[in-house]
């Protein structure tokens, strides 16, 4: 099946022939996901959404985690909202509507997570990809923090989006799940999204000198294909909890940050080659 690791439709290194041909096919959406909590899909994105703010680039991040941990790191207290995300998905509110700025700077808006998020699960998978239609154009990538499951709110999320990128930490049980993970992308490419692609996987919190780590890595590579792991891998620091706790873009810490600011960069613009016009490239 065309959804299947490896060998996924989504890592295609081809333009479409003309810029006004690619609008009309790509769409500027990336779930980033995987079933199994805590490998760092949070950290991924605001990672992303970071790299974007620094180089001026109007993005959108969906929180779909109940949890709401991107929508408090960017600065939105869930429980003073009229409107969340979950109010956009029981249609009691439009997109617009829910989303509010970010306190990183105005180039990052957010869709907050809500408390009553988790009853989305018994949903329609497609409100999301209705609601993010009618603000997609005010952005140049809108990145959906999905929850840690395979249910239907990481459904709604693959169905609205064009690509998925999966977060895996290079450890015994930061592997486990990849199949199930892929059998989800392969259903929702053949029931609800034909156009999702994988774009790839971001390998995770991984230690400067570890065996383990390069034994698991080797391992992921045999079951996604080498072509399939994006480079750089995001490094193991403490930074990252710093600027979680601090509710600040991992830009901002800039020199104590170096490293993860430069793998977010690179990662940043193999987001953008997938949802930038070609001019731009």
Known sequence: MRG?????????????????????????TLAILNQK???????????LASAAAAAGRRTLVVDLDPQ???TWVLGVDAQTLDATVADVLHTKASAREAI?????????????????????????SKRLRKAIAT????YE???????????????????????????????????????????????VWGTSNPQLELAGVVLNRVPAVSSESDRRTAELARIVGHEAIWSPAVPQRVI????????????????????????FDALWRRVRFLTGPRSER
Not at 135 to 138: I, M
């Open 135 to 138: 603000v997609e154009r005010d």
């Open 240 to 263: 990252f909890n710093q600027a979680v706790g601090g509710r600040r873009p991992i830009h901002s810490y800039a020199a104590r940050a170096a490293e993860p600011i430069a793998v």
């Open 37 to 47: 909590g805590g490998v760092g899909k949070t950290t991924v994105t605001l990672g």
């Open 4 to 28: 299947t690791l490896p060998a996924h439709r989504g890592c295609a290194t081809e333009w479409p022939a003309s810029d006004d041909v690619y609008h009309a096919r790509v769409r500027r």
């Open 100 to 124: 509010r700025p970010s306190t990183w700077c105005d180039a990052i808006d957010v869709l907050p997570s809500g408390s009553d998020l988790q009853e989305h699960e018994d949903g329609k």
């Open 141 to 187: 990538a809108v990145l959906i923090d999905c929850p840690p499951s395979l249910g239907n709110l990481t459904r709604s999320a693959l169905t609205a989006a064009r690509h998925s990128l999966i977060v895996v930490e290079p450890s015994a049980l930061g592997l486990r799940g990849i199949g199930g993970v892929a059998d989800l992308l392969d259903d």
């Open 68 to 70: 709401g941990s991107s």
